[in-house]
Structure formats: structure tokens, C-alpha cells
């Protein structure tokens, strides 16, 4: 089982420039999320889908889009990096009701750096 | 008010201890409710799920206070590989919510020899 594969693992970016996190599931979730976790702060919720065409911000969507075509994908664009988009990014996703355990499965995260 | 709240410590024991750490949730609509363990620079993984009766798993014991709004986990015989960040996890159903999982920002355990 993949689970939810997340690429890249770590990436470098001048500020300014755009680039977009990738993220795929192979458990015909509906739910997927991004997250990013900051040092003493969390994971704050950027923007998330409850299914292929639906989405919506999080807690802290300024500067992210998304998009989700399909059910299995959920890439996160940066649109004009910003070193304060210095972190790491966690994609989850999960089943939204509970007919099945509706554990939430994450990437194994994508360390960005912003300089 | 934060939706779920916990100490993020860090808490400091020594191998062989007990302890216990708390959630708070401000959504009395709350239906489900999850412990997560995050080990420094990984992902977030399912520790155990919370019942209203309370469950154990091996050396840990979730509990769930709904008159209190609160969730428990509680760690027996501490081991020098618990030593991690463990999120309390909540969902709302709808229709107030949408099942949508709500993270807390986690409790840092140190367990040393």
C-alpha cells in the first residue's frame, strides 16, 4: 500500500518564485488536507477538500492554492514564495464519515526552505 | 477559545513512570476523538482512537470526559521510545461540522533513562 506519497521531500526556493507541492492517494479518500507545522505552533490547517471539485481555506490559506481534479491528487501551488512560507508541509487524508475507520493518513512531509 | 487545546508541555519523566496528559475541546458536538503520535521530523501517525467507555492498548489508556469537554491519555511504565509529540485529535459530525479532523498542537514527552 502506498498510503499518501508526498513529493518533494525537501526543496529550496528564492523568494518569489512559485512551485507546487504534490501529494496522491491510493485509498479513495475524500477527505485531503494540507498542513504546515512551524516550531511551538502545531499543524495549522491551509486548505482542504471534501471531495474532486471542492475545496476550501484553512486557517492559513494566504499565499496557497489548491485544486483537486481527482480523487486521488490534491497539489498545493505556491504562488510567489515568501520566507515566511519557511516550513513543513503535510498532506492527510482520511474517509469523512465514519462507515470505515476514519483515520487520517499523512505524507511524510515536504521540508520547504525559502530564502 | 482554540477548538481543541492541550498542555504543549514538554513533560519531563523518567523510564518507568506514569504519565498523563489532557484535551480540551470547546465544541460540545464533538462525535469523534483521537490520540496521534508524532516522533521529531516525521509524520503523524494514529496512536489509538477514543471511546466513550474509555480503551487501553497495552501500556496506554485513552479516556473520554464529554460532561467536561476533555480526552485522556495515559502512558504506564514510560519507555525511552515514547518520547514524542502526541496530538489529540477531534471531529465534528454534521451537520454543525463535517467530520473534518481538528489537531491540537500536540504535547512534547521526553522520557529519559
Known amino acids: 500500500n502506498a498510503g499518501v506519497t508526498q513529493t518533494p521531500k525537501f526543496q529550496v526556493l528564492k523568494t518569489g518564485q512559485s512551485m507546487t507541492l504534490q501529494c496522491a492517494q491510493d485509498?479513495?479518500?475524500?477527505?485531503m488536507s494540507w498542513y504546515r507545522q512551524d516550531p511551538g505552533m502545531g499543524l495549522r490547517l491551509i486548505h482542504y477538500?471534501?471531495?474532486?471539485?471542492?475545496?476550501d481555506q484553512g486557517e492559513v490559506p494566504n499565499g496557497y492554492n489548491v485544486s483537486r481534479s481527482t480523487t486521488e491528487d490534491f497539489p498545493l501551488r505556491l504562488l510567489s514564495a515568501a520566507p515566511s512560507q519557511t516550513s513543513v508541509y503535510f498532506c492527510?487524508?482520511?474517509?469523512?464519515?465514519?462507515?470505515?475507520?476514519?483515520?487520517?493518513?499523512f505524507g511524510q512531509g515536504t521540508r520547504l526552505t525559502v530564502v | 477559545r482554540k477548538e481543541v487545546e492541550q498542555d504543549p508541555g514538554p513533560f519531563n519523566v523518567p523510564e518507568g513512570a506514569t504519565v498523563a496528559f489532557n484535551c480540551t475541546y470547546s465544541?460540545?458536538?464533538?462525535?469523534?476523538f483521537f490520540w496521534y503520535r508524532q516522533d521529531c521530523r516525521k509524520e503523524p501517525k494514529l496512536l489509538m482512537s477514543?471511546?466513550?467507555s474509555g480503551n487501553e492498548d497495552g501500556r496506554f489508556t485513552a479516556q473520554l470526559n464529554r460532561a467536561s469537554q476533555y480526552i485522556s491519555l495515559l502512558i504506564r511504565d514510560s519507555k525511552l521510545s515514547d518520547s514524542a509529540t502526541y496530538l489529540c485529535?477531534?471531529?465534528?459530525?454534521?451537520?454543525?461540522?463535517?467530520?473534518?479532523?481538528?489537531f491540537g498542537r500536540g504535547t512534547s514527552l521526553i522520557v529519559h533513562p
Open positions: 492527510a487524508s482520511s474517509y469523512l464519515a465514519s462507515r470505515v475507520s476514519t483515520e487520517a493518513f
Open positions: 485509498m479513495n479518500h475524500e477527505y
Open positions: 477538500s471534501v471531495g474532486a471539485g471542492i475545496t
Open positions: 465544541n460540545s458536538a464533538s462525535q469523534s
Open positions: 477514543v471511546y466513550s
Open positions: 485529535v477531534v471531529k465534528v459530525a454534521p451537520p454543525g461540522g463535517s467530520y473534518i479532523p481538528t
